[in-house]
């Protein structure tokens, strides 16, 4: 069995991460996003939310994932999630998942939504797997390989977060 990281902790991220995050997003994207972009959702936009998963300070590298989404009325988009690649299959990256979507559930999000590469299986497992549906497909949405992107939703939070763990996701 994988062994699940439990010395871990997840917090909002802030400017002084960004030299990590931004490591870990091209190791993870073929389309990283610039610099300039997590600092206007940092600093500029008020939908956006980011949060960083951190391994207690006693690792070296402490930061290893990040997940943003934008909340906009009762939909939060997920808008980029990622684990470094030597910190994979350890459940990091299910645990930034339903703390984004526990963040939007206290926001009052209802819906949530997000596009993936129909070539990221390991992403769209992941979403499958917490019960996120195919809704579509947007053809050559990707403009590096014109690859398609599933459109995958998950309806109903507010219910799912107190059916799921009493409330704890
Ligand atoms: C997708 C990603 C965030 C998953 O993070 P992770 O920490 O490795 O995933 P977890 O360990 O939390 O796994 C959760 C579930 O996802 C699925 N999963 C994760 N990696 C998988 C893989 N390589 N193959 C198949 N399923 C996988 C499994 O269902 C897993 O549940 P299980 O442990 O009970 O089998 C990570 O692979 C990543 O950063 N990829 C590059 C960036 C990316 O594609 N982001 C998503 C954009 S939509």
């Known amino acids: ?22 490591r870990i997003d091209r190791l993870s994207f073929p389309l990283p996003w610039p610099e300039r972009s997590y600092r206007f959702e ?24 990040f997940a943003g989404c934008w909340l906009i009325a009762d939909e939060v988009h997920i808008s980029t999630l990622a684990v470094h690649p030597n910190h994979r299959r350890q459940g990091i990256g299910e645990r930034l998942l339903l703390a984004v979507l526990e963040w939007a559930v206290g926001m009052g999000a209802e819906i949530a939504t ?15 797997k917490h019960d996120f549906v195919i809704k579509g497909r947007k053809e050559n949405y990707y403009r590096d390989n014109n690859e398609d992107a599933l459109l995958m939703t998950l309806t109903d939070l507010h219910r799912r977060r107190v059916e799921v763990d009493g409330g704890d996701w």
């Open 1 to 22: 069995m994988r062994q699940k990281i439990s010395d871990m902790l997840i917090r909002e991220m802030t400017l002084d991460d960004l030299p990590v995050v931004l």
């Open 42 to 65: 940092l600093t500029r936009n008020p939908a956006a939310h980011l949060l960083v998963a951190e391994l207690d300070d006693t690792h070296p590298q402490s930061v290893i994932g």
């Open 114 to 128: 997000l596009e993936v590469r129909v070539s990221n299986h390991a992403a769209e497992n992941m979403y499958l």
